[in-house]
């Protein structure tokens, strides 16, 4: 099984709400990823996780606050975003930093109004 | 640095057609070679993978070689059909510090008329 699973799949926020997204894998894997993509450009990186723990920060805005509670969950949580945040949140895993393979979910679609 | 280059797109063929996307790619060493599909709406899935010169990745109908002597990784499929419409990014994996990380192409947009 190579799933990783997001909720939810789509989200409309205003610029003053809180919310977060949810990514989940059963793989075992100890490396889990958060890209942001625009519409026809490639996933852009944003954080890394490892072991539990933040590895790389892409220089990502503070408005973006990863969280990892354990070794099959990610979350993103979002507070005070800018209409040109809106994006697909792309979440991913690979068995470790040193594995290539990386796994993609379906993405969260958000729109921030 | 690395990166990848893919041939532009949008590409529109009709259904039985061969289809080629061209893949080179600058790296140092050895990296690791990717075709992630994207098909409209949804995330990336990988397609095929290959780690080393001369490995042939393939699934689905869909063949890619890593041909490190012209850096290249050409995604080929013999006879598409509608289902194939989608978006192609070609990728690399390489390290960078202890972790490897992606770097993607710009993708191709990959429409199969009926």
């Known amino acids: 099984d190579t799933e990783v699973t997001q909720t939810p799949k789509h989200l409309v926020m205003g610029m003053t709400n809180k919310k977060s997204l949810k990514c989940e894998q059963h793989m075992g894997h100890r490396a889990m990823y958060w890209y942001k993509q625009k519409a026809k450009k490639p996933p852009e990186l944003m954080f890394v996780y490892s072991y539990e723990k933040l590895s790389i920060n892409e220089s990502v805005p503070s408005r973006f606050s990863p969280e990892c509670p354990n070794s099959s969950l990610l979350n993103l949580h979002l507070h005070a975003l800018q209409p040109e945040d809106s994006a697909l949140y792309l979440c991913?895993?690979?068995?470790?930093?040193?594995?290539?393979?990386?796994?993609f979910g379906p993405g969260t679609r958000l729109t921030v109004l | 640095g690395n990166s990848v280059t893919q041939m532009e797109g949008p590409v529109t063929l009709s259904e039985e057609a061969f289809l080629t996307i061209n893949c080179t790619y600058t790296?140092?060493?050895?990296?690791?070679l990717f075709w992630y599909v994207q098909y409209p709406g949804e995330g990336l899935q990988l397609l095929l993978k290959?780690?080393?010169?001369?490995d042939k990745g393939s699934n689905k109908g869909f063949e890619a070689t890593y041909r490190k002597e012209t850096t290249s990784f050409h995604l080929e499929k013999g006879s598409v059909q509608v289902s194939d419409s989608a978006v192609y990014f070609c990728?690399?994996?390489?390290?960078?510090?202890?972790?490897?990380?992606?770097?993607f192409g710009s993708g191709t947009q990959l429409t199969v008329l009926p």
């Open positions: 990728a690399l994996s390489r390290g960078r510090g202890s972790a490897r990380q992606l770097t």
């Open positions: 290959a780690t080393k010169a001369d």
């Open positions: 991913a895993s690979s068995q470790d930093l040193s594995g290539d393979t990386q796994y």
């Open positions: 790296a140092t060493g050895y990296p690791s």
